[in-house]
């Protein structure tokens, strides 16, 4: 029997001499893994389908437990994404994020559609790259299930507080310390709180529709990616050789 799924690929291993596994991130079977048979031969028209970061629909057949792909056709390549070293390593991150987010047999639409939503917003829109890094890692958050409570401060309950603590997701303000006086806090600014507040609460296509001034594209990139990787509990290499570059 034969199916028929779209995803993103996320992940490609080298599998005996001429085949391939993809682990891709589809809209209907959720984190897969398919078989790319004899994609290496130079005629292989699986070839441009199955490279990583491309967007494509994929027709299946489930052989001993294993899909195997009979037919994959590109749908979107993000060629300006493999041509900078930039966006290809942050758009790698990505990537390397929703793979970890993301399990086997569980259909994930909403982060198939922010990784589609980011990748065109790198690529063909242009937009900042720390806007695009933040809006990635805060909805991934959010739909990972670690929604923070952007309110007030969770111990005063003021709604202007410059404190976010990245290891409870709440807000708190400089002087006000929760009973359990633990986390990592780091300042943020109304305009951050602001882009944080309408990140998490606006439509999926609302998504990029906010501008800040370009430095604070920095510190709100530098909270979101420690709340992700602190409430993910691990880092990725992708975003270690993405923030190499600018050192
Ligand atoms: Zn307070």
């Known amino acids: 029997m034969f199916e028929k799924t779209e995803g993103i690929v996320l992940r490609v291993t080298e599998y005996k001499d001429t085949d391939k596994l993809l682990t891709v991130l589809t809209r209907d079977l959720g984190k897969v893994t398919l078989k790319a048979r004899a994609v290496k031969s130079r005629n292989s028209k699986l070839r441009a389908a199955s490279q990583l970061l491309a ?24 060629p300006e ?9 942050l758009a790698s991150y990505f990537v390397q994020v ?27 829109l242009k937009l900042p790259q720390l806007m695009v890094k933040a809006v990635f890692e805060l909805r ?10 952007l309110r007030g401060c969770a111990v005063c309950g003021r709604e202007d507080p ?9 807000l708190q303000c400089a002087s006000c310390r929760s009973e359990d006086a633990n986390g990592i806090r780091m300042p943020i600014s109304p305009g951050v709180l602001n882009a944080m507040r309408y990140i998490c609460s606006c439509e999926p296509k609302r998504l990029f529709s906010f501008r800040l001034p370009e430095a604070s594209y ?12 602190v409430r993910l509990e691990r880092g990725f290499s992708a ?8 050192v």
């Open 55 to 78: 967007f494509s629909e994929f027709t299946v057949s489930e052989y001993q437990g294993r899909y195997v792909i009979s037919e994959a056709v590109s749908k979107e390549l993000f």
């Open 81 to 89: 994404l493999q041509t900078d070293i930039e966006l290809l390593y």
């Open 98 to 124: 929703c793979d970890m987010v993301a399990q086997e047999a569980d259909p994930m639409p909403e982060l198939l559609s922010l990784l589609l939503n980011c990748l065109y917003a790198l690529s063909k």
């Open 140 to 149: 991934t958050a959010c739909i990972a299930g670690f929604l923070p409570d």
């Open 162 to 170: 410059d404190r976010f603590n990245i290891t409870q997701g709440v």
């Open 218 to 229: 920095t510190e709100l990139s530098q909270i979101t990616e420690s709340y992700l990787t």
């Open 239 to 246: 975003l270690d050789f993405y923030k190499s570059l600018f």
